[in-house]
C-alpha cells in the first residue's frame, strides 16, 4: 500500500518560494509516477509536475514551467517541489498522488491516480 504525506505548504508573497515535500512509502520494487496536483476552490484539480520513480522523465504544466522544479531524493523516498517566483493564481491546496508505470493516458489525468496524500495549502498574496 503506497502512502503518502506532503509538507511544507504555507503563506508567502508574490514572487517568493516555497518548497513542498512527498515522503512516499510502500512502493519498493515497481516504478510510480509521482505527481504533484493542485485544486484551488471552484477550479478543477490541475496537474502541476510528476517524475516517474525512477528519476526521469519528468513533467511539468505549462503553466508552472521554467518556475516550478520537481525532484526526487531516491535515498528518502522524498518527492520535492520547488516553486519560484510564486503568482496569486498559484494560491491552491497542493496534492502529492502516485500511479503505477506503465499507465494509460496522460500524466496530469487525475483520475488514473491510484494513491493520494492529505494536501498541503500554498497561498500566494500580493
Do not use: H
Not at 513533467?59 to 503568482?87: C, E, H, P, W
Amino acid at each position: 500500500q503506497v502512502q503518502l504525506v506532503e509538507s511544507g505548504g504555507g503563506s508567502v508573497q508574490v514572487g517568493g518560494s516555497l518548497r513542498l515535500s512527498c515522503a512516499a512509502s510502500g512502493y519498493s520494487g515497481s516504478t510510480y509516477c509521482l505527481t504533484w496536483f493542485r485544486q484551488a476552490p471552484g477550479k478543477e484539480r490541475e496537474g502541476v509536475a510528476a517524475i516517474y520513480t525512477t528519476g526521469r522523465p519528468t513533467f511539468y504544466a505549462a503553466s508552472v514551467k521554467g518556475r516550478f522544479t520537481i525532484s526526487q531524493d531516491n535515498a528518502n523516498n522524498i518527492v520535492y517541489l520547488q516553486m519560484n517566483s510564486l503568482k496569486p493564481e498559484d494560491t491552491a491546496m497542493y496534492y502529492c498522488a502516485a500511479v503505477p508505470v506503465p499507465y494509460r493516458g496522460t500524466w496530469s489525468q487525475d483520475y488514473m491516480y491510484n494513491y493520494w496524500g492529505q494536501g498541503t495549502q500554498v497561498t500566494v498574496s500580493s
